[in-house]
């Protein structure tokens, strides 16, 4: 039977982490989710996570979403090895709801920029599938603390924003968007975003200038053109 240190461990050996977990009860696995007991979510693992995937086929073949096409591939033979169906925050339908998933499997909160939170790893969590196992598996118990946005009085992140696309109204896309295709975004470009950037929680695990790039230069792609 499949335990939660055997989950880890095979998600390690591909590039990727385990990121919490929770079991469903029954009424909830019913529908697209019918016979699912546990589920658990799946990341990059850290710096090895990006040069696995920088160092993929699907990286450097030109084609179209390489890091959604690595994540089928990889969380796809990971669940594979394990027994469990793979599940994606992308493509659909079904549409998988993995921003509640993660409030409900980690120790996360929402932030000001309307992003999640960790107390350790601050900005920088993100979901590349998750693992639907039948059988019941002992999740580890996620602590309860606060959030750290709580404890911070400056707030840098949401100064930092060249454009002020960030505010108590909520997210600015367009302002943000605009700011990015001219000359003066080059910084967010490079970089990723200020604001996302300014946040001193967990800044010891910010994406390195390559996968901020990339995911900067994939969000600009997802949008019409203004």
């Not at 549409?95 to 000001?112: K, V, Y």
């Not at 350790?120 to 590349?128: E, F, I, N, S």
């Amino acid at each position: 039977m499949t335990d939660w240190a055997a989950i880890a461990a095979g998600a390690e050996r591909a590039g990727l982490a385990v990121q919490g977990g929770f079991a469903l009860d029954a009424e909830e696995s019913r529908g697209d989710l019918a016979g699912v007991a546990t589920i658990a979510l799946i990341g990059l693992g850290g710096e090895n996570g990006w040069v696995a995937f920088a160092n993929s086929p699907e990286a450097t073949d030109g084609e179209a979403d390489p890091l959604d096409r690595w994540s089928l591939r990889v969380v796809g033979a990971l669940a594979e090895d394990l027994g469990a169906r793979p599940l994606y925050p992308f493509g659909g339908p079904p549409h998988w709801p993995f921003q509640r998933w993660a409030l409900r499997a980690e120790d996360l909160f929402i932030s000001p920029l309307g992003l999640l939170i960790h107390p350790v790893y601050g900005l920088w969590r993100g979901y590349r599938g998750a693992l639907a196992f039948a059988e019941p598996i002992a999740v580890p118990p996620r602590p309860i603390t606060q959030s750290p946005c709580e404890r911070c009085a400056t707030r840098p992140c949401l100064s930092a924003c060249p454009v002020d696309a960030f505010s108590a109204q909520g997210y600015d896309v367009a302002a943000c968007v605009t700011h990015l295709r001219s000359e003066a975004g080059r910084p967010c470009m490079e970089r990723g975003c200020l604001a996302r950037r300014a946040c001193p929680v967990g800044a010891e695990h910010a994406h390195g200038s390559a996968q901020a790039a990339f995911h900067i230069a994939a969000f600009l792609n997802g949008q019409r053109p203004g």
